[in-house]
């Protein structure tokens, strides 16, 4: 027999599993034990504390290894990655670019940016990230290929890219969201902020098209302080990415010449110190995210009307932040929970507000979204720091 239902059962069940010992349990802390003080130190003692320096090269080449990926460009943020991806896949003025209305704003942000329209599709409960077969329907039936590639109906706008992002370090399901996009001739950048660590059918999260995109936000699985990197297989882009993101400097012994628009979008040495040593201990980071989120997944599976998210069969995910999910009949008390375990020092979330109902995204295209509205409805993310 399950436990009934109630705020309190579900107050207790977190105090179970959480440590006893604590004061305040944040959402998601960071946590400094391996090389950091070192490294930083290093920079300081040396002075390479900016854009050139040997951390980056090192942290870039970590994550390549990481990730499986044959080339990583670090740069200060992943909103600024996300920026960089959509302008090299040629994301113009006046595009528009697919993304899930459950996403954090970054995604929405950067294509505009580009002075692209972000076009909002709905996700799926199976992964909480965008369902890639209703997305073919709705293609289907909304857009035509005509010769410079997929074009809205509706709107005579061209539809250039689409940008899954695995919410909560959960994949997508990747293969069918490949095949709509050779399909539709768009272009494939995924927004792999909060998946270092994650796979798909044994593969990381961020390649599947020809750019991604991570983060290093102090409340991502690995931080640096602020940073971000674009992920790609192709050596051209890897080299134009790095030139973009350095004001598209030319190489010279003195002589300050430039050849594009460029961005000061590079990564700080210092940062990338602190990268490379929280790179390392990240296979620790992800067992022990894995060990919570069983332990989250046994004590809530005694307690009826709710359940913890678990990765499907295709996937192998970080659990970077743990979601709980209300039975859609419950989902009235989802702000009363938020407000009682908030009250008791234990720090828990809604989801993000769907893209569309944000002001400056209310006039943008989209489809059907029941599927993101219930998952708005149900889901609390709950603390999730590797240390619990
Ligand atoms: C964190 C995050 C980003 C980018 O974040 P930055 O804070 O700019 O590094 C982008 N998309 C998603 C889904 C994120 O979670």
Redesign the pocket.
Known sequence: MKREFSINTIIQTLQEVLPKDREFIALHEPLFKGNEWTYVKDCLDTGWVSSIGQYVDRFEQQLADYTGAKYAVAV???????HICLQMAGVAAGDEVIMPAL?????AN?VCYCGAIPHFVDSEARSLGLDPYKLADYLDDISELRLKGCFNKKTGRRIKAVVP???FGHPVDMEPLVEVCRKFRLELIE?A??SLGSYYKGIHTGNWGRLS?L???G??IVTTG???AILTNYESLARLVKHLCTQAKLLHPWSLNHDMVGYNYRMPNINAALGCAQLAQLPEFIEKKRALAKRYQEAFSEVEGVEIFHEDDYAYSNYWLNALLLDEKYCAERDKLLEITNGHAIMTRPAWTLMHRLPMYVNCPRMDLSGAESLERRIINLPSSVFL
């Open positions: 200060v943020n992943g909103t600024a990655a996300l996403t954090f704003v970054a995604t950067a992002m695995h919410t927004d902020a909060e995109v983060s290093f936000n409340n991502k602020g940073g971000g």
